[in-house]
Each structure stands twice: as structure tokens, then as C-alpha cells.
């Protein structure tokens, strides 16, 4: 229902009704136009059409970060609202605490020769286009993306990026770091949850945990049939010696019950609140019984550390629209983009 353009959604809106109702875990996920698809099918036009929507709501609230414009919107909405959250005591009066840390982890020395080559590199490129017309815009656009993909991945790890097969843990900080946390974690006989959004360092994480711990991760992804995804989601809810979980983001963003995990690392950020709730919340659901210590990797003195900064400060929205994700970034000035990446 979160697409109106889908055929699901248009075969549901056919059915002849006087009364329609949603229920949604995450009724934004991605941008605030799916919840004016969810709004159109209860109550139709009562938001306007999409385009009234966009230019009223989306665009001041997702791009402009317009404070008033969210405080009306709630006042529209919030009467066809019914919000139960589920950290609400009066709703499961027994679920534990869910405590959020940032980790931050440091460059190796070849990752900040390698994270500032590839900047300049970029930066060069994109201060050279034109911003006079849309064709150069959307080029400047993708490139800005291009360039937020490789210095992703260089803090993950220089071989996720150069892809020279030198896969040692000390070139990463990050993968130093998490190597620790897991050794923490399964010495005290807790289980852990691992989220990285790219399938290849998903790879490499499964054998950098083998070779320190012993023990070979399970890897959740895309590639898995639906068989071997519900044996590992059995083998870790079910076998006390399955203590690491990876998962691919995308794959396993709904429907998994993991409360065996009292721990969960997001090692790297998709810098959408939702979507990283959401992998969260594959523990931290009903039926948990520990608290849930939530590990937000960033690493130090990169564009990492300046958008975790920004999001955190766009959290005042979170409630009503949580879109942010990589594409605003694409829109900002050339010295925006040199304050946040230098």
C-alpha cells in the first residue's frame, strides 16, 4: 500500500468497501509519500493529490527541513492516527531497554592516504560540472553518489574499494573494532546481530570472525534460498553455539524474529533512521528478554562523522517523516560538500 503505483496496491483499492484501515509498523520508510499512499486509500483526498502533497509536505519537510510545515502536517494527520508504540508500558508493560551507542573507530594510516586521494579525485571532478542545467545536475548528482559509495567503502575497508584481495583485518579500523566487540560478546556467552549493507564485506566479515574466533559466522543475503534463510534464523534462535549473525540490510530488513540476539552492530550507516530501526527491531521486538545494546559504527574525522551529526540533529522530524537516506546529499553546494567530506 506504501506504492500506488504497484499492482498489489492497485488490486487492493479495487475491492468495493465503506470502511477501509491500515495497519503499518513503518508507515514512512523511505520518503513521505508513502504515507500519503497509505492516507489515499483510507481516506481518499483528504491530502490533496500527490503532487498538491509533494509541494505542501514532502519537498519543505524532506529537502528543507521545515519544522512549521512537519508541526501542520501532524495537526492534519492525527486525527485518522491511532499510535501505539511498542515502548509504550501500558502496551507490553515486560519489554527491556534498547540502549544506542556510537563506536567510533579510526582511519588506519593507508585508509586516510587512500579516503583523501579519492576525495580530491571526486571533489575535482564534480566542482568541474556546470550547474547551469538539469542534464549536468543529474551527472553531478550521480557522481556525488559515486563518490559517498567509494569513501563508504574505503572506511569499511580499503579492499572493499580497491578490490586487490588484501583482506587484513589492521588495514581497517573498523573491522579492528568490531573484531573486539564480537570478542567481548560471545566471551560473555551473548549472541550478536551484524548488519553491513554491501554483500562483499559481508564476505570478508565472515572471515575475519572465523579466523579470531573460530567459529564461522552464519551470512543472511539475497543470495540464500528461502530454505537456507529459515535454517540460519532456526540455528541462531535454537543453538547456544551460533553466537554471530550477519545479515545483509536489504535482505533482512522485515519479518525476521531474532530475539536471541541482546546485541546489534550496524557496522555500516545507512543514515536512514527507519531502515536502521527497522534491522534493529529484528531483536529488539516482543517476546525479547534482555536489553538490547545497539552498536552504530562511524569512523573519526570523515564525512561519516559530519552526516551522523546532521541526521542526529534532523531527529526532531523523525516521527512524522524519516526519509533522508544518501539522495539530498546529492543537492547540496560544492562548499557544503567540501565542510562535510574534507
Same mark, same amino acid.
Given at each position: 500500500?506504501?506504492?500506488?503505483?504497484?499492482?498489489?496496491?492497485?488490486?487492493?483499492? !479495487?475491492?468495493?468497501?465503506?470502511?477501509? *484501515?491500515?495497519?503499518?509498523?513503518?508507515?514512512?520508510?523511505?520518503?513521505?509519500?508513502?504515507?500519503?499512499?497509505?492516507?489515499?486509500?483510507?481516506?481518499?483526498?483528504?491530502?490533496?493529490?500527490?503532487?498538491?502533497?509533494?509541494?505542501?509536505? &514532502?519537498?519543505?519537510?524532506?529537502?528543507?527541513?521545515?519544522?512549521?510545515?512537519?508541526?501542520?502536517?501532524?495537526?492534519?494527520? &492525527?486525527?485518522?492516527?491511532? %499510535?501505539?508504540?511498542?515502548?509504550?508500558?501500558?502496551?507490553?508493560?515486560?519489554?527491556?531497554?534498547?540502549?544506542?551507542?556510537?563506536?567510533?573507530?579510526?582511519?588506519? !594510516?593507508?585508509?586516510?592516504?587512500?579516503?583523501?586521494?579519492?576525495?580530491?579525485?571526486?571533489?575535482?571532478?564534480?566542482?568541474?560540472?556546470?550547474?547551469?542545467?538539469?542534464?549536468?545536475?543529474?551527472?553531478?548528482?550521480?557522481?556525488?553518489?559515486?563518490?559517498?559509495?567509494?569513501?563508504? +567503502?574505503?572506511?569499511?575497508?580499503?579492499?572493499?574499494?580497491?578490490?586487490?584481495?588484501?583482506?587484513?583485518?589492521?588495514?581497517? #579500523?573498523?573491522?579492528?573494532?568490531?573484531?573486539?566487540?564480537?570478542? #567481548?560478546?560471545?566471551?560473555?556467552?551473548?549472541?550478536? @546481530?551484524?548488519?553491513?549493507?554491501?554483500?562483499?564485506?559481508?564476505?570478508?566479515? *565472515?572471515?575475519?570472525?572465523? =579466523?579470531?574466533?573460530?567459529?564461522?559466522?552464519?551470512?543472511?543475503?539475497?543470495?540464500?534460498?528461502?530454505?537456507? %534463510?529459515?535454517?540460519? *534464523?532456526?540455528?541462531?534462535?535454537?543453538?547456544? &553455539?551460533?553466537?554471530?549473525?550477519?545479515?545483509?540490510?536489504?535482505?533482512?530488513?522485515?519479518?525476521?524474529?531474532?530475539?536471541?540476539?541482546?546485541?546489534?552492530?550496524?557496522?555500516?550507516?545507512?543514515?536512514?533512521?527507519?531502515?536502521?530501526?527497522?534491522?534493529?527491531?529484528?531483536?529488539?521486538?516482543?517476546?525479547? +528478554?534482555?536489553? *538490547?545494546?545497539?552498536? %552504530?559504527?562511524?569512523?573519526?574525522?570523515?564525512?561519516?562523522? %559530519?552526516?551522523?551529526?546532521?541526521?542526529?540533529?534532523?531527529?526532531? @522530524?523523525?516521527?512524522?517523516?524519516? &526519509?533522508?537516506? =544518501?539522495?539530498?546529499?546529492?543537492?547540496?553546494?560544492?562548499?557544503?560538500?567540501?565542510?562535510?567530506?574534507?
Amino acid at each position: 500500500m506504501k506504492n500506488h503505483d504497484t499492482a498489489q496496491s492497485k488490486a487492493v483499492r !479495487s475491492i468495493p468497501a465503506t470502511t477501509h *484501515v491500515a495497519l503499518s509498523g513503518t508507515p514512512v520508510e523511505n520518503r513521505l509519500t508513502e504515507f500519503w499512499s497509505i492516507m489515499d486509500y483510507t481516506n481518499k483526498g483528504y491530502l490533496d493529490s500527490l503532487k498538491a502533497f509533494k509541494e505542501n509536505f &514532502a519537498t519543505p519537510i524532506q529537502l528543507y527541513n521545515d519544522a512549521d510545515c512537519a508541526s501542520r502536517f501532524r495537526k492534519v494527520t &492525527a486525527p485518522f492516527m491511532m %499510535r501505539r508504540m511498542k515502548t509504550d508500558k501500558s502496551i507490553i508493560a515486560d519489554l527491556p531497554d534498547k540502549i544506542e551507542l556510537d563506536d567510533y573507530a579510526s582511519l588506519k !594510516s593507508e585508509q586516510a592516504a587512500l579516503y583523501e586521494k579519492t576525495l580530491e579525485a571526486a571533489m575535482s571532478e564534480i566542482e568541474g560540472i556546470s550547474t547551469t542545467d538539469h542534464e549536468s545536475l543529474f551527472k553531478r548528482q550521480g557522481l556525488i553518489l559515486q563518490m559517498i559509495l567509494a569513501l563508504k +567503502q574505503i572506511c569499511n575497508h580499503p579492499a572493499q574499494f580497491l578490490k586487490n584481495g588484501d583482506c587484513r583485518t589492521e588495514l581497517s #579500523g573498523e573491522a579492528e573494532m568490531l573484531l573486539d566487540r564480537i570478542e #567481548g560478546i560471545v566471551g560473555n556467552g551473548e549472541k550478536v @546481530l551484524v548488519f553491513t549493507q554491501f554483500r562483499e564485506m559481508g564476505d570478508m566479515l *565472515v572471515r575475519f570472525i572465523e =579466523e579470531r574466533t573460530g567459529q564461522r559466522p552464519m551470512f543472511y543475503h539475497g543470495g540464500c534460498s528461502i530454505k537456507e %534463510r529459515h535454517e540460519m *534464523v532456526d540455528r541462531f534462535q535454537q543453538n547456544r &553455539a551460533d553466537k554471530v549473525f550477519i545479515l545483509s540490510l536489504k535482505a533482512a530488513g522485515t519479518g525476521l524474529n531474532l530475539t536471541a540476539a541482546s546485541h546489534v552492530i550496524h557496522y555500516d550507516l545507512w543514515w536512514n533512521p527507519a531502515v536502521e530501526a527497522q534491522a534493529t527491531d529484528r531483536a529488539y521486538r516482543i517476546g525479547q +528478554q534482555k536489553n *538490547v545494546m545497539v552498536h %552504530r559504527f562511524i569512523t573519526k574525522d570523515t564525512f561519516e562523522e %559530519r552526516i551522523n551529526d546532521m541526521i542526529q540533529q534532523k531527529k526532531h @522530524l523523525a516521527d512524522m517523516t524519516v &526519509a533522508s537516506g =544518501e539522495s539530498w546529499i546529492g543537492k547540496l553546494s560544492n562548499k557544503e560538500l567540501r565542510e562535510i567530506f574534507g
